[in-house]
């Protein structure tokens, strides 16, 4: 379900403003951080929705961890997390993308999913 190249590829390092020494950096779909082979080296743990809020909430903060690691861009936190869902959890979210579309899903929050999980 991930986006980029398995391989990494390059950094796009230059600032909004043309600067290349400004903090506003523009990533590509390229960065070693983008791409879900780099995302799922660091194993996230896969989520079933079967114990409750507690859990759900466990795994989201452990997901976020993940996601800030990797520097995952915002377009992609939905679709990488939703391939570490399983059974009950992966039924869910296979009838949410049924009900709102795929294109709905593909644009969806963080906060969103979240609430989806809990």
């Known amino acids: ?12 390092n230059e600032g909004t403003n043309g600067n290349a020494n400004t ?3 523009i990533r590509t779909e390229n960065h070693e951080g983008y791409n879900y082979k780099s995302f ?12 409750g809020a507690i859990d759900a909430t466990q795994w989201i903060i452990k997901m976020e961890a993940v996601i800030k690691l990797r520097e995952c ?11 570490s869902l399983e059974t009950t959890a992966l039924d869910r979210w296979e009838s949410v993308k049924q009900a709102k579309g795929e294109q709905a899903v593909d644009n969806m929050k963080w906060n969103e999913f979240n609430e989806l999980i809990l």
């Open 1 to 12: 379900m991930g986006t980029g190249t398995a391989g990494g590829g390059t950094n796009n």
């Open 23 to 25: 903090s506003s950096v």
């Open 40 to 51: 799922g080296g660091c194993k996230p743990k896969p989520f079933d929705g079967k114990k």
């Open 73 to 83: 861009m915002s377009a992609q936190t939905v679709k990488f997390a939703a391939n």
